[in-house]
């Protein structure tokens, strides 16, 4: 079972909200199609992107429990080659990359 | 004061050469640091700093008489007494900051050897690094919920069975377990101590528990300081393998486990000490005044 780690992200929100307003599927197809959501884009994640990504900031507070990590960092500079990102705070939900991870959103 | 006499084991550690066997289960209470009794290691090489020893002994067993206390001591000439620092201190251990524990030198009154003091405090204070106290909160508490609402968190239950959080000021860690009992490390004085671990027992109130702040106690206190000479490890080793382990190939330090009072010390060949097991500030002070004039004994000369 992947992740539903991917559900509150601009695209899985999207998504859950078209499937709301499809009232004529089944509540129950409406649930398969995020579990089908949930495994495409942990695979997409892990086999389709590349590129690489820096970030510096200083941390505010952290939790770790339920095996997640939740992060509260401020004033974060997000570096790549082409560019420079700066954002005064950022909050980071992370999960074990390992396949170890069960589902948890 | 008195309680030397109520602790028979303290008795026979009185008399200096005595009854300091190898095998010491030595197992102090709490002996506020005014009873005056520094533990004389066996025997010393450099014959200054035994003669300053004898000077001390001498200077101690005037102090007991002063105060009644021990017996069988061969006593001094009827000298006035020294007030030796750690008997000016009557506080225990709460007003931490204050320089409380500054050591007194001891005026060189006794006359005998006309050129060197009695013996001179060595000027040099241990700084605290770390304390370790516990406190009970005294109601059970649900780890998940702490974790999941309080800030600074940690909770892997499979790993280790307490939240560990930590505060910025003081900058400590709690581990907190769901007994209710809680252990902050890290602060740098006894006041620190007892602050953050209210500040934590604030933070778990305001999550809805019923905490509150039973038998704080100061389990552990650190310090070091240095020298500023180089030391010869192999020979306090020698002289002192009643109370010293040095391993080189194990660890770079002398480990000295000091009987009265009751600290284990690492000494290093820098010049550098580290003074722990602790339970009052005094102890690592005075014990830091006992290993002073030994190592001066064994001072590199090169």
């Known amino acids: 079972m992947a992740y539903q780690l991917y559900r509150n992200t601009t695209l899985g929100n999207s998504l859950q909200e078209s499937l709301d307003e499809l009232i004529q599927i089944t509540p129950q197809l409406a649930l398969q199609v995020l579990l089908q959501f949930d495994k495409a884009i942990n695979t997409a994640l892990a086999n389709r992107v590349r590129n690489r990504v820096n970030f510096k900031g200083s941390l505010n507070t952290y939790r770790f429990c339920d095996n997640v990590w939740t992060f509260v960092l401020n004033d974060v500079e997000f570096r790549e080659v082409t560019d420079l990102v700066k954002v005064d705070k950022v909050k980071i939900v992370a999960c074990d990359g390992k396949n170890t991870g069960n589902t948890a959103e | ?302």
């Open chain 2, 1 to 302: 004061m008195e309680q030397n006499n109520s602790l028979p084991p303290f008795q026979g550690l009185a008399s200096p050469q005595g009854a300091l066997t190898p095998v010491m289960p030595m197992f102090s209470p709490m002996m506020p640091y005014g009873s005056g009794l520094t533990p004389q290691p066996v025997t010393n090489t450099n014959s200054l700093s035994l003669l300053e020893e004898q000077q001390r002994q001498q200077q101690q067993q005037q102090q007991q008489q002063a105060s009644a206390q021990q017996s069988g001591m061969p006593g001094g000439s009827g000298q006035t007494p020294q007030l030796y620092h750690s008997q000016t201190v009557t506080t225990t251990t709460l007003p931490g900051n204050t320089p409380l524990y500054n050591t007194t030198p001891l005026t060189p009154m006794t006359p005998i050897t006309p050129a060197t003091p009695a013996s001179e405090s060595s000027g040099i204070v241990p700084q605290l690094q770390n304390i370790v106290s516990t406190v009970n909160l005294g109601c059970k508490l649900d780890l998940k919920t702490i974790a999941l609402r309080a800030r600074n968190a940690e909770y892997n239950p499979k790993r280790f069975a307490a939240v560990i959080m930590r505060i910025r000021e003081p900058r400590t860690t709690a581990l907190i377990f769901s007994s209710g009992k809680m252990v902050c490390t890290g602060a740098k004085s006894e006041e620190q101590s007892r602050l953050a671990a209210r500040k934590y027992a604030r933070v778990v109130q305001k999550l809805g528990f019923p905490a509150k702040f039973l038998d704080f106690k100061i389990q552990n206190m650190v310090g070091s300081c240095d020298v500023k000479f180089p030391i010869r490890l192999e020979g306090l080793v020698l002289t002192h393998q009643q109370f010293s382990s040095y391993e080189p190939e194990l660890f770079p330090g002398l480990i000295y486990r000091m009987i009265k009072p009751r600290i284990v010390l690492l000494i290093f060949v820098s010049g550098k000490v580290v003074l722990t097991g602790a339970k009052v500030r005094g102890e690592i002070y005075e014990a830091f005044e006992n290993i002073y004039p030994i190592l001066k004994g064994f001072r590199k000369t090169t």
